[in-house]
C-alpha cells in the first residue's frame, strides 16, 4: 500500500502551501529555513497535516539535501495521495501578462 511522490521543497517561503505542478510531483513551500534539517521536519509535518497520517508513516527517501525529493508515504495509496493533495491543494492566483 505504500506510494513514493516526488517533491519540490521551497524553504523560506512567506507561507506554507502545496501546489501540484505535475501529476503526482508537488510543489511544497515551507516557512523555515534549511538549516539543521528544519525544512525537511517542517515538510514532514506539512505532509502529516495535509493527508491526516502520523508523521512515523512519511519518509524522505531522497534528496535530505536537495530542494528536489522523493518522499514515501506508508500509509497510502498513490490514488489515496493524489485525492487528498488535491483537496487541500493552495489555489494559484491567475498570471498577469507584463
Do not use: W, Y
Not at 515538510?43 to 527517501?61: T, Y
Amino acid at each position: 500500500m505504500a506510494c513514493t511522490f516526488d517533491v519540490r521543497l521551497k524553504p523560506k517561503a512567506k507561507r506554507n502551501s502545496v501546489t501540484l505542478a505535475d501529476d503526482c510531483v508537488f510543489d511544497v513551500s515551507v516557512t523555515s529555513a534549511p538549516i539543521d534539517n528544519k525544512a525537511n521536519e517542517h515538510l514532514v509535518k506539512l505532509l502529516s497535516d495535509v493527508l491526516r497520517v502520523p508523521k512515523s508513516s512519511i519518509e524522505i527517501i531522497k534528496g535530505g539535501h536537495s530542494k528536489s525529493k522523493a518522499v514515501a508515504i506508508a500509509t497510502l495509496s498513490k490514488d489515496e495521495v493524489i485525492a487528498k493533495m488535491r483537496s487541500s491543494l493552495t489555489p494559484q492566483p491567475p498570471r498577469r501578462k507584463t
